[in-house]
């Protein structure tokens, strides 16, 4: 599974990524078609551990997006607000952070979480999947608005 394992940095600044924010969600994590991935997104949601966040406008400024006014993806709750279907965030635990550090297997964690590179030393750990923008542009073409409809008209 591609990404980078924790290291001794990891334990000793204790998670300082996790707590600060929850890591995005690619599509990949959810299914290898269109359809499994929109299905996989929608069972995370309802199962209440997941939700839907948004980047501010269209992340494309180049002109080849649609101009919409939010761009969703996916990511883990914060620790508090499991159970919400959207939910914009500027920081808090996630919600899978153990105190052993994250409690899903490697290979289930989000890309976002996998991706990170441990630096330690105080430095900045080093995001190699260009962190919300990126995910933002993963999701860009899964319709998840209409996701979001679907899953609220259910409460
Ligand atoms: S990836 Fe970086 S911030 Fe996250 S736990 Fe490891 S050393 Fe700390
Ligand atoms: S899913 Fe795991 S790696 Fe990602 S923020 Fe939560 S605890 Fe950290």
Redesign the pocket.
């Known amino acids: 599974m591609e990404g980078y394992q924790p290291t001794a940095a990891c334990a000793e600044c204790k998670?300082r990524?996790?707590k600060g924010?929850?890591?995005a969600a690619w599509p990949e994590d959810f299914g290898s078609t269109k359809a499994e991935i929109v299905d996989g997104v929608r069972e995370a949601v309802r199962g209440g551990r997941y939700c839907l966040d948004w980047w501010e406008g269209d992340p494309f400024d180049d002109g080849k997006g649609d101009g919409r006014s939010r761009s969703l993806f996916v990511r883990?709750a914060v620790v508090g607000h499991e159970g919400l279907v959207t939910h914009p965030t500027w920081g808090g635990a996630?919600?899978?952070?153990g105190v052993r550090?994250?409690?899903?297997p490697f290979d289930r964690?989000?890309k976002?979480?996998r991706m990170l590179e441990p630096v330690g030393g105080g430095e900045e750990c080093i995001a190699h999947d260009g962190s919300k923008r990126g995910a933002v542009l993963a999701w860009y073409c899964y319709n998840l608005e209409a996701l979001v409809d679907e899953l609220l008209e259910e409460r």
């Open positions: 998670g990524c996790c924010a929850p890591c883990p996630c919600t899978f952070l550090g994250c409690s899903l964690r989000p976002g979480g």
